[in-house]
């Protein structure tokens, strides 16, 4: 029996990207409707597979080097962020960030500004398509470890979504920002970009640890604000159609994985 991939994806606004061990995958729909798929190897960071913290890093590295390589193999492609509402979201969210911890300041600031600087992604999520392509993502992956040729039967939901990072990033990010401020008066920019690197790097290995630990009451409760906002925000079921451009996407990533 073929050892199944561990695979991770990311929902376009109008199909699926999905990361295997070494290649990437992606499917679409162009603008006539006709499906179009394209793959490649991906850009792998090893030395830093065994370094804990920076690993997690690493891969999300990997995972947004991933995205010109798909643009320029499938230029029909369109990204979740690609669009003038969610890039005028993320200004104004910045900006919204800046002045609440000005304002609010401590803990009670960093938390504020934590939250609204989730409000381009959901945009990016609820905007067109990209909420059920989203499900396409956790539907089609699922479907693929239990060995089913059916997603439509597949929870729209996923224990390793990204959402699942959102609880253990905000709260290393507060308490981070909590202790530099400590440590000194005014931190710069530089400071508080390390505390944000700092608070991705906790959030993976946390995201990991319960993946590895699912059946815990612990990893059931890190991992419930981030079903949630899948089921609620994130996720919206899938046409048939759009299932498909899952299914051709998960055939491809099957296909340049495992060939000889």
Known sequence: MTEKLRLGGMA???????????????????EAGELRV??????????????????????L???????????RALP??????????????????????????????????????GVASLAPALLALRGGDTAAYHGVEHKSIAAYEAGSEDAADAAKEHDRC?????????????????????AVERPGPLANAAVAVGSMAVAVEVFAWADRHGDTRLARALRRPGYEIQRHMGTREPTAEQLDVGRAALAEIVRVELRP
């Open 12 to 30: 376009l606004r109008n199909g699926l990207l999905v990361h295997g061990p070494t290649h990437w995958a992606a499917a679409v729909r162009d």
């Open 76 to 113: 029909a492609a369109r990204l979740p962020f690609q669009d003038t509402g969610v890039l005028a979201a993320a200004a104004g969210a910045a900006a919204a960030g800046t002045l609440v911890r000005r304002r609010a300041g401590g803990t009670a600031g960093e938390a504020a500004a």
């Open 38 to 59: 394209a793959s490649g190897p991906k850009p792998r960071l090893r030395r830093f597979d065994s370094v804990p913290g920076v690993r997690g890093v690493a891969r």
């Open 162 to 182: 990204g959402s699942n990072l959102v609880a253990p990033m905000l709260a290393a990010n507060v308490a981070g920002a909590a202790l530099l401020r400590r």
């Open 61 to 71: 590295a990997e995972a947004f080097a991933v995205i010109p390589l798909v643009k």
